[in-house]
């Protein structure tokens, strides 16, 4: 058993508990389309060049540069046109254009489009021939996209530990790759304790004295629900040592995190912590951080087990700046540093110098359009659940800090950085 009894800051438990979460992820090859938000185990390489051949970047008229440059003024035979999907089989000449659209293939010999909107006049003939001339002008660029504009045929086009996000997604469906190997699902059980909880539903007639919904189990099954994870609901176990060991040595042997919010304090019916010690390893049970100092970080066999504080804030806290992380970690092999932005305090926070605080806040633009400015949202205290449905983001005090008034500037993260992709 290993166990810390400094409370750690947040980036000593991350940088101690990484070194120390050993986990082996397997593969899985799937079908593309059945990939879509999977982490990638390995890398994947274009097919082919794209384009994979030389394509118009606008609708216009193909034609040889130098033709052009020599002599602007001059009317050009069209000879034919380009479509997206049919090609001009021929080849442009001296003094000749094809009509061209945007996506179709540049014809052999053209090297120049030519805008539609610089067409000055279009001259039909007998026999249905037609003549274009142009307007006075020095074009801006060739229009033409070369072969593997995009990406050349062998590219690493994305690597081991990023995540198949709809625009991946979509660039890899026009390399035409059909099938991406991906990190199988982390099996994660969350479980809640404590004999005051009863599952939601209950009608509330029928509490009894003392009693409250279960809501930390389902607030974390709602914060976890990514297609890396597969989740399984454990229930609620009562406040009893030998039941909290029992159910320990059982749930470990079958997921690879464990998830658990309550018993990891130092009360007498706080087991939790106890029984990590007990069976297994104890890495982390105390953070310098405000809500979340009693947490409970340590493994089971092969088993990873994040014991949560009780109280709902500590909860969310806790389990966005440490417990999420850490699992995405045993996925990918790196940790994704939350996006902070700096915004300016709207109203005062009061703050005790000693452990970093983070407060639930409103951060949006300020009214000038130059900046950000963030509320915080009142009542702090960490039963306030309701806090964080009226909030977008943390606001992050630091421990060597006091009081701060209105108008200071802090660093916020927004939710959306905390629990999408991963």
């Given at each position: ?130 003549r274009v001339q142009f307007k006075p002008h020095q074009p ?174 500590s909860t969310v806290v806790t389990l966005l700046l440490v ?100």
């Amino acid at each position: 058993m290993a166990q810390n009894s400094q409370a750690l800051d947040l980036a000593e438990a991350i940088n101690q508990l990484k070194s120390e979460i050993k986990f082996q992820p397997g593969k899985e090859t799937l079908p593309l389309e059945g990939a879509l938000e999977r982490i990638l185990a390995a890398p994947v390489h274009a097919p082919l060049d794209m384009p994979p051949f030389p394509a118009s970047a606008m609708d216009g008229y193909a034609l040889r540069r130098l033709d052009f440059q020599d002599d602007p003024g001059r009317a050009f035979r069209v000879v034919g046109q380009s479509l997206a999907g049919h090609p001009y089989a021929g080849k442009v000449g001296s003094g000749e254009a094809v009509r061209i659209f945007t996506g179709a293939v540049v014809p052999t010999g053209a090297d120049q489009i030519i805008l539609q909107e610089e067409l000055a006049q279009q001259l039909d003939e007998d026999a249905g021939q037609t003549r274009v001339q142009f307007k006075p002008h020095q074009p801006g660029e060739s229009y033409v996209r070369p072969v593997a504009h995009d990406v050349a045929h062998g590219a690493q086009v994305a690597s081991p530990g990023e995540v198949l996000n709809p625009f991946l997604f979509g660039a890899l469906t026009s390399y035409g790759v059909s099938q991406v190997e991906v990190v199988k699902p982390i099996r994660v059980g969350v479980f809640s304790t404590g004999d005051e909880l009863v599952a939601a539903g209950t009608p509330a007639a029928e509490l009894q004295p003392g009693q409250i919904y279960d809501s930390n189990r389902a607030t974390v099954l709602a914060l976890l629900r990514n297609p890396n994870l597969h989740i399984n609901d454990l229930g609620r176990i009562a406040d009893d040592a030998d039941q909290t060991r029992e159910f320990l040595t059982r749930a470990s042997a079958d997921c690879d995190v464990l998830i658990t919010s309550g018993g990891v304090s130092v009360g007498e019916a706080d087991f939790v912590t106890r029984s990590i010690a007990e069976l297994g390893r104890l890495n982390v049970w105390k953070l310098n951080l405000k809500p979340g100092k009693p947490m409970a970080v340590g493994s089971i066999g092969g088993c990873t087990i994040f014991g949560l504080p009780g109280n709902p804030v500590s909860t969310v806290v806790t389990l966005l700046l440490v417990a999420r992380p850490l699992i995405f970690h045993m996925l990918t092999g790196t940790i994704q540093t939350p996006l902070r932005y700096h915004a300016e305090l709207a109203n005062d926070i009061q703050h005790r110098a000693g452990r970093t605080e983070f407060q639930r806040g409103v951060v949006r633009a300020a009214e000038n359009g130059t900046g950000l400015v963030v509320r915080h949202t009142g009542d702090q205290s960490s039963n306030r659940l309701m806090s964080f449905a009226q909030s977008n983001c943390l606001i992050e005090i630091d421990q060597s800090l006091g009081d701060l008034p209105a108008g200071s500037t802090v660093p916020v993260i927004p939710y959306w950085g905390l629990v999408e992709g991963g």
